[in-house]
Nanobody, 124 residues
């Protein structure tokens, strides 16, 4: 059984930083990308950042470009999201997901396994 567990959320003032981590366990039989999504209250879940299996492709949405950095460890089962210069608009539940392919994709339906989410709250 595959498990995906996020950690690192919390409350921070605007301009501050947080680092989210995500660890996968269990057998995943294909080379998989990993992605971070977020869902603000009353809004749909949206792609934030993703990294390919080989780390050769990373993608970010425009609002976080230059502020967020996604990275992956050598064992392939841990991904982190370093979030700097946080803004109140970044407030959301952040989800980590395992991609169905090795490439970075944005639609949520292209991800196979999901974590439970971690809350990020940025105060102004």
């Amino acid at each position: 059984q595959v498990q995906v567990v996020e950690s690192g959320g919390g409350l921070v003032q605007a301009g501050g930083s947080l680092r989210l981590s995500c660890v996968t366990s269990g057998r995943i039989s294909w080379p998989y990308s990993m992605g971070w999504f977020r869902q603000a209250p009353g809004k749909e879940r949206k792609f934030v950042a993703g990294i390919s299996w080989n780390d050769d492709i990373v993608k970010y949405i425009d609002p976080v470009q230059g502020r967020f950095t996604i990275s992956r460890d050598g064992a392939r089962n841990t991904v982190r999201l370093q979030m700097n210069n946080l803004e109140p608009e970044d407030t959301a539940v952040y989800f980590c997901a395992v991609g169905a392919t090795s490439d970075v994709t944005e639609p949520s339906y292209t991800y196979s396994y999901w974590g439970q989410g971690t809350q990020v709250t940025v105060s102004s």
